[in-house]
């Protein structure tokens, strides 16, 4: 499982628009070297077109709103115990506070997984997620921001030791069965991981945040880094949603 693991990282990077642009622009400058004109400009054009593409909001949007618009905001109406609040990116850097060690995508993934807490009676929250390369899991930072927001330690529940959404998946279905729950996630995660949930036979409730799409994106527009950074989120998720479509 390790191997698969990282190994399925190191090729999505190549697959992800920043890696297949290195990679085609490190080709094209190899053709360079070897004085092979034509295959260098080809390549070279290649991997300014796919940035420029990339960075290019409406195009940026366009991948994200197909992703995003799948599933809407949750209506805080369902009575239901467990939400489970999905990992995402934390670093331990003491000399910041608990808001920012957690990054932007999970801090807005504990808020709204907080909101809904506060407002079904009885439910719990259910937090996953691995350590990385800090000392402290992802799990265990989430749970005490969710602490920091109000939240009792008896209504939380937490394993450290999934790495992905598989993982994930199987811990929550030895909880909750069957039975239906809240999936807190970024909307553009959302799709990926109603999918995987309920081939694994659980009963998601669909509660998106973290939303990317932007309704006012403008057709003439020049490249933006953020532009950028939607079509790598975005890529990411169409790639899962291969992946998952071949290992059936």
Do not use: C
């Not at 360079?32 to 260098?40: D, L």
């Not at 009885?122 to 997620?129: C, D, N, P």
């Not at 995660?189 to 509660?207: C, D, Y």
Request: hydrophobic share 45%; aromatic share 12%.
């Amino acid at each position: 499982m390790e191997l698969e693991f990282f190994l399925k990282k190191f090729v999505t990077f190549f697959v992800e628009p920043l890696g297949m642009v290195l990679s085609l622009f490190v080709i094209g400058i190899y053709f360079v070297f070897t004085n092979k004109i034509n295959f260098a400009k080809l390549f070279l054009g290649l991997s300014f077109g796919l940035l420029l593409l990339f960075s290019y909001q409406p195009f940026s949007n366009f991948l994200v709103k197909n992703l995003e618009n799948q599933y809407l905001k949750y209506d805080y109406k369902q009575q239901v115990k467990y939400i489970h609040v999905l990992g995402s990116s934390h670093n331990t850097d003491n000399s910041q506070p608990i808001s920012s060690n957690i990054g932007d995508s999970g801090t807005k993934r504990i808020l709204e997984g907080v909101i809904i807490h506060f407002r079904t009676p009885g439910s719990k929250l259910i937090f996953t997620g691995f350590k990385g390369e800090t000392e402290i899991s992802n799990a265990e930072m989430n749970a005490k921001l969710a602490i920091a927001l109000g939240v009792k330690e008896e209504n939380i529940i937490i394993n450290s030791k999934p790495k992905d959404t598989q993982e994930e998946a199987v811990f929550v279905k030895s909880i909750v069965g069957n039975e239906a729950f809240v999936l807190v996630t970024s909307a553009t995660h959302m799709p990926r991981s109603i999918k995987l949930f309920k081939t694994l036979g659980l009963n998601p409730v669909a509660a998106p945040t973290d939303f990317h799409k932007d309704e006012s994106a403008k057709f003439f527009t020049a490249p933006r880094i953020i532009a950028l950074e939607n079509s790598k989120m975005a890529t990411h998720e169409y790639i899962g949603i291969f992946w998952s479509m071949l290992k059936k």
